[in-house]
Structures are given as structure tokens and as C-alpha cells.
Nanobody
Framework: QVQLVESGGGLVQAGGSLRLSCAASGRTFSRFAMGWFRQAPGKEREFVATINWTGYSTAYADSVKGRFTISRDNAKNTVYLQMTTLKPEDTAVYYC????????????????WGQGTQVTVSS
């Protein structure tokens, strides 16, 4: 089992920045690819970013490319999502997820999920 706990969400004005963190415990963190997803009210949960176990392979949704950066620190069992130039449409609950093997953008391939952290971007 892997336990994931997100933090760092909050209220920010459009154009601002936030950094989300996801702390993992349980099985060996460095074996897992990690992903960030988000879910806005009334919408399905969608892919945001993913990173492989080494940190050298990443992928992003088109809607966040160039604004968000995913990274990880295996020594701290933590994955991060640096969000810049935030827009009101980025408002959502952000979830951290883990899966063994390679990175993936499909929500169905992730085995472990955190409880989420709310990000609200005001216009």
C-alpha cells in the first residue's frame, strides 16, 4: 500500500502561483510513477501531469503545458506541482496519484490516490 497526502492548495488571484506537494508513505516511493489530476465542480477528473520514477520523464496536459511543472524528490518521498500564471479555469480539487511502472495519462492506470487539495483561482 501507498498512502498519499496532498498539501499546498489555497486561494490565489489570477496570474499568481502555488506549489502543491504530495507526501508518500508505505512502499518504496522511488518505484512509482506519480501523477497529478484535477476535478472541477460538475466535471470529470482530468489528467494534469505525470513523472516517472527517475524524474527525467514527464508529460503534461495541453492546458497546463508551459505553466505547470511536476518534479519529485525521492529522498523526501515527495512529488511537487509548481503552478504559475494561474487562471480561473485552473480552479479544482487537485489529486496526487501513484502507479508502478511507467508514466501514464489515463486515470484508470493509477492504483493509489490522495484525498485532494482545493485550488481556487479568483479573477
Amino acid at each position: 500500500q501507498v498512502q498519499l497526502v496532498e498539501s499546498g492548495g489555497g486561494l490565489v488571484q489570477a496570474g499568481g502561483s502555488l506549489r502543491l506537494s504530495c507526501a508518500a508513505s508505505g512502499r518504496t516511493f522511488s518505484r512509482f510513477a506519480m501523477g497529478w489530476f484535477r476535478q472541477a465542480p460538475g466535471k470529470e477528473r482530468e489528467f494534469v501531469a505525470t513523472i516517472n520514477w527517475t524524474g527525467y520523464s514527464t508529460a503534461y496536459a495541453d492546458s497546463v503545458k508551459g505553466r505547470f511543472t511536476i518534479s519529485r524528490d525521492n529522498a523526501k518521498n515527495t512529488v511537487y506541482l509548481q503552478m504559475t500564471t494561474l487562471k480561473p479555469e485552473d480552479t479544482a480539487v487537485y489529486y496526487c496519484a501513484a502507479r508502478e511502472r511507467n508514466i501514464a495519462q489515463d486515470i484508470r492506470y493509477y492504483d493509489y490516490w490522495g484525498q485532494g487539495t482545493q485550488v481556487t483561482v479568483s479573477s
